[in-house]
Each structure stands twice: as C-alpha cells, then as structure tokens.
C-alpha cells in the first residue's frame, strides 16, 4: 500500500542553521508529493508540492524535489528562523483516489 | 468567516459515553475529510464524502465510529461508547473536487476521554 515515512523529531536548531526533514515513501502509480505544515494554534496547511519527477517545490524559503529514484522528497531550509517552528508532514497522493496519506510529522524547534 | 470550522474546540467525556464532533465545511467545496490526530501518531484518514457519492469509509478504526455529511455541507462524526484510546485531535478539511491536496484544514476539536 501506499505510505509515507519521514524523520522522527522533535528536531531542534538554533536560527540560521540549514534544515533538512528526510521523507520517502512507497506508492503505486505515479503520486504527487507534499509538504503541509501546523504552527501552534493553527491549522494545518499546504506548504509546497511537486506532481512528477524531478519536479521542485518552493514556497516560504522552503524546498523539496521530486527524487523517483530514491523515492525522496526530503524539505530543506538554508536558513529557518524563530518562526519556522512547527509541526511538518510529509504525505502523498495518487491519481486512483482523492485522498492524501500523510506522515507521522516532525516536530522542529528554532532556537534564537 | 471564510475557512472550515469546527465545534467544539475541546470536548471532555466519560468513558462509554457518545459524542458528536461538528464540522462547516468551506462554502463551495464538495468534498470533505476527517482524520484524527494522535500523539506521535500523525494524520490518521478517517472518512471521505465527495458530493452526493457514496462516503469512503475506509479509514473508520471500528463501528463505533460513523460520520454524516447533511445538505452536501456540514458533517457530523459521532463516536459511540468512548474509549480513552479515542482521546485525539480530530482534524475535518474540505476541498474543491478532485483538488485532494488543496484541502483547508479546520482547528480541529480536541477529544479527552476520561
């Protein structure tokens, strides 16, 4: 079945320092791949996303490419800020459905 | 206000009793989800309604557990005889058809059993 897998956390840096959260996963077909993100008090939404291989996501200094052959999706930051702290899923969906299968989350702490 | 609501906010019951979680869906939006999210757990799928299409109900954990979406807007999930492993956040969105990864996330309803 189709599954997401990504980097325990809780994940803590100090601000300026580069962040990568790791995410892979497995799916039949050919899955579109994303990034959604939960500040405290706030609901969850969508940070970036990529439909096909190859393809790089970006929004907020954030970014993610599409890597079919490691099935990856792995989200980099070269510079987080104190506001950057969240809560962030992976997840992935298929052409065959409407639903999305998300990841366990990763917690990411900055420090100022 | 323009995005997905959800009531309450925190509910707090007894173990055995029934609760009703409350979702208002985006005006427009024909499909909406719930999941539930447990510490350490993620996002759990729980239930899907597009339209006037049969509800996927694939991710109910068990028949305690069932959702009604009235009028193609508002849902109500209903959990009957509460176990403390019910104790959640439980998270309702909605989108546009066949838009599944645009979907707009209500504040969820944080569920303690007791």
């Known amino acids: 079945g189709n599954s997401v897998t990504q980097m325990e956390g809780p994940v803590t840096l100090s601000e300026e320092a580069f962040l990568t959260i790791n995410c892979t996963y497995t799916?039949?077909?050919?899955?579109?791949l994303f990034w959604y993100v939960q500040y405290p008090g706030e609901g969850l939404q969508l940070l970036l996303k990529?439909?096909?291989?190859?393809d790089k996501g970006s929004n907020k200094g954030f970014e993610a490419t599409y890597r079919k052959e490691t099935t990856s999706f792995h989200l980099e930051k070269g510079s987080v800020q104190v506001s950057d702290s969240a809560v962030y899923f992976c997840a992935l969906s298929t052409d065959r459905d409407d639903k999305i299968i998300f990841g366990k989350g990763t917690r990411l702490h900055i420090l100022p | 206000g323009a995005g997905v609501s959800q009531s309450p906010s925190n509910k707090v019951t007894e173990k055995g009793k029934d609760v009703e979680l409350r979702c208002d869906p985006i005006?427009?939006?024909?499909?909406l989800y719930w999941y539930r999210q447990s510490l350490g757990q993620g996002l759990e799928f729980l239930i899907y309604?597009?339209?006037?299409?049969?509800?996927?109900k694939s991710g109910l954990p068990s028949d305690r557990f069932s959702a009604e979406r009235t009028g193609g807007s508002v849902s109500t999930l209903t959990i009957q005889r509460t176990q403390q492993e019910d104790s959640a956040v439980y998270l309702c969105a909605s989108s546009i058809s066949g838009r599944a990864y645009e979907q707009y996330f209500g504040p969820g309803t944080r569920l303690t059993v007791t």
């Open positions: 309604f597009q339209g006037n299409s049969a509800p996927d």
């Open positions: 990529a439909t096909k291989a190859d």
């Open positions: 799916a039949t077909g050919y899955p579109s």
């Open positions: 005006s427009g939006h024909t499909a």
